[in-house]
């Protein structure tokens, strides 16, 4: 089992930068791929980024590719999402998620745990 709580939300000015932190309580997070998902109002919940468990390997969004960062920190059961020239598309509620895939995935489905999201203003 892994619980995870989001937190580094909040209201920020288009151009600037944000760092998304996902707390994980649980021996699993060490052992699991994690992700970031978005979700804007009135639109469905869409991949932003993947990273494997030992962190070696990322996958990003089209979208978000060359500005988000994605890490972790297995020692801290730490998740991070780097968040750079933000734009008004970014605006969401980002959330993180956990999956016992072996391999890196962009689908909702294959995640099994997941926190209660953080919201992420731009504004432009």
């Known amino acids: 089992q892994m619980q995870l709580v989001e937190s580094g939300g909040g209201l920020v000015q288009a151009g600037g930068s944000l760092r998304l932190t996902c707390a994980a309580s649980g021996r699993t997070f060490r052992s699991a791929a994690m992700g970031w998902f978005r979700q804007a109002p009135g639109k469905e919940r869409e991949f932003v980024s993947a990273i494997s468990w030992t962190g070696a390997m990322t996958l990003y969004a089209d979208s978000v590719k060359g500005r988000f960062t994605i890490s972790r920190d297995n020692a801290k059961n730490t998740l991070y999402l780097q968040m750079n020239s933000l734009n008004a598309e970014d605006s969401a509620v980002y959330y993180c998620?956990?999956?016992?895939?072996?391999?890196?995935?962009?689908?909702?489905?294959?995640?099994?745990?997941w926190g209660q999201g953080t919201q992420v203003t731009v504004s432009s």
């Open positions: 998620a956990g999956t016992s895939a072996i391999v890196l995935v962009r689908e909702e489905f294959r995640y099994n745990y």
